[in-house]
């Protein structure tokens, strides 16, 4: 029988405590108590081999934030699915991206307190990785073409519990077009902002947004931080194409 999950045994770190501990723990007993194959792993040997949050420790907290987005309007969509299934294949393939995809059914099984899984996160993860966990989550809500009012509720308390700030918030959601002004919100800023006050930002936000910064999280979450720097370049060019800056 295949074993499953060999990943969770050496690659997890702080998501092995506290509450997403308590629920992983929860999640991965049903799934051994069904058969799936199961591998056993020592979470005292995984938290020593993970001191530093590492690319599992990322992944499984996006699934975390997965479930409660998918979760929060009262039914699960197949474009939310193929969104969160799309990602996965591109950062593991699809053999484990198998395994996660069962992980995060079962995630959305239990109770998720957002409150209390991005706190944890917070505390474990550079901005820039929760500006990514961010960037991902209006993705999936998006899937379908909307952003729905529950899920909009929920991605508000994981950003306000992840300690992003309300600019960054806006900035991120503009990205998915949802704002009148949206190259100026992006860059976060007032639309009457000077031409030279506009060129600071632009430089600010492409050095907050670069994918550099999610260097220790792997070469593909780096792949797919890019699309939150490409919508900067393209925020500051509208906005120069509709000024005439140079």
Do not use: C
Not at 2 to 16: E, T
Not at 60 to 75: E, I, P, Q, R, T
Request: glycine fraction near 8%.
């Amino acid at each position: 029988m295949k074993q499953y999950f060999k990943w969770i045994g050496v690659g997890l770190g702080f998501v092995l405590g506290g509450p997403m501990g308590a629920i992983l723990g929860f999640a991965l007993g049903s799934m051994a108590e069904g058969g799936s194959g199961l591998t056993q792993f020592d979470p005292n040997t995984a938290a020593r081999n993970s001191q530093n949050t590492s690319s599992n420790d990322f992944i499984v907290s996006f699934l975390f934030l997965s479930a409660a987005v998918m979760n929060a309007d009262g039914k699960v969509l197949k474009s939310e699915l193929t969104f969160v299934k799309d990602f996965l294949v591109r950062q593991f393939g699809q053999d484990r991206a198998s395994e996660q995809l069962l992980l995060l059914k079962k995630l959305m099984e239990q109770p998720i307190q957002v409150s209390e899984v991005a706190a944890q996160i917070r505390a474990h993860m550079t901005v820039a990785m929760r500006l990514q966990l961010l960037h991902y989550v209006f993705g999936i809500a998006k899937a379908d073409g909307h952003l729905h009012t529950a899920e909009i509720r929920t991605i508000e308390e994981i950003a306000r519990h992840l300690g992003i700030s309300q600019s960054d918030y806006e900035s991120v959601r503009a990205m998915f077009g949802q704002d009148p002004n949206q190259a100026y919100t992006i860059l976060e800023l007032a639309t009457g902002a000077s031409d030279e006050e506009v060129k600071k930002a632009y430089r600010k936000m492409a050095a907050k947004y670069h994918p550099d910064k999610l260097s220790t999280l792997g070469p593909e979450i780096q792949a797919e931080a890019q699309q939150k720097f490409i919508k900067v370049q393209e925020a500051y060019e509208t906005i120069k194409k509709e000024r005439g800056m140079r």
